[in-house]
């Protein structure tokens, strides 16, 4: 069995500002970690994943995310904030054997104040 | 990256109606696909998992007969919604398998909005 647990459903930083988004998961087997964005009525896009690689994974348009396995935890990092990140990110997870199916959290929505 | 195509982005039909939705990955072959819901305001909820060749996989409290789900090529699936009802008005998205064992990598569609008036 596998979960991951989203802190906080609406995060509000200005522009510029850091973002920290938090995630904690949890799973039976080593577990792959992702984190996808979706802009309004849109499908998701990966952000970036961890792979049991290294623990420090840098993804798309400036974000990032550290696997931490002794806080069972995986937040999503960037240093300064744009407009453009507003939108909502899902943190998820599946185990690392063969194809299982992803479980996501319950979403972050991210607003950006100019 | 891999491209997944979902179509149609939106539909709009009477209260009884079957509408369905299609899902083609557009250059790889996908030998498993997923279908999720997601509500407004609230997560991808998986439907079903889709193999290519056999039948679908639900989910527990996912009706089979009412989401009917058929994966007759390694990049097609679709998902009918049968005798829908304002209920089932819902943000549809599948997503498709690429690569296999750790390599495996899973690409998402557009989504499909769905109002059942």
């Known amino acids: 069995a596998q979960s991951v647990t989203q802190l906080g459903s609406h995060v509000s930083v200005s522009e510029g500002a850091l973002v920290l988004l938090r995630c904690n998961y949890s799973s039976s087997v080593p577990p792959y970690l992702f984190w996808y964005v979706q802009y309004p009525n849109q499908g998701l896009q990966l952000l970036l994943k961890?792979?049991?690689?290294?623990?420090l994974v840098k993804g798309i348009n400036g974000f990032e995310a550290e696997f931490k396995k002794s806080e069972t935890s995986f937040h999503l990092t960037k240093p300064s904030a744009h407009m453009s990140d507003a939108a909502e990110y899902f943190c998820a997870v599946k185990g690392s054997g063969g194809y299982q199916k992803v479980t996501f959290g319950t979403g972050t929505k991210l607003q950006v104040i100019p | 990256g891999a491209v997944v195509s979902q179509h149609p982005s939106w539909v709009i039909c009477k209260s009884g109606t079957s509408v369905k939705i299609e899902c083609r990955s557009l250059d790889f072959q996908a030998t498993t696909m997923f279908w999720y819901r997601q509500f407004p305001k609230q997560s991808l909820m998986l439907m079903a998992t889709?193999?290519?060749?056999?039948?679908?996989?639900?989910e527990q409290g996912v009706e089979k007969d009412k989401f009917l789900i058929n994966h007759a090529s390694l990049t097609l699936s679709t998902l009918t919604v049968t005798s829908a009802h304002p209920e089932d008005s819902s943000f549809y998205i599948c997503s498709a398998a690429r690569g296999g064992g750790s390599n495996t990598e899973a690409f998402f569609g557009q989504g499909t909005r769905l109002t059942v008036v």
């Open positions: 961890y792979t049991s690689a290294a623990t």
């Open positions: 889709s193999n290519e060749g056999s039948k679908a996989t639900y």
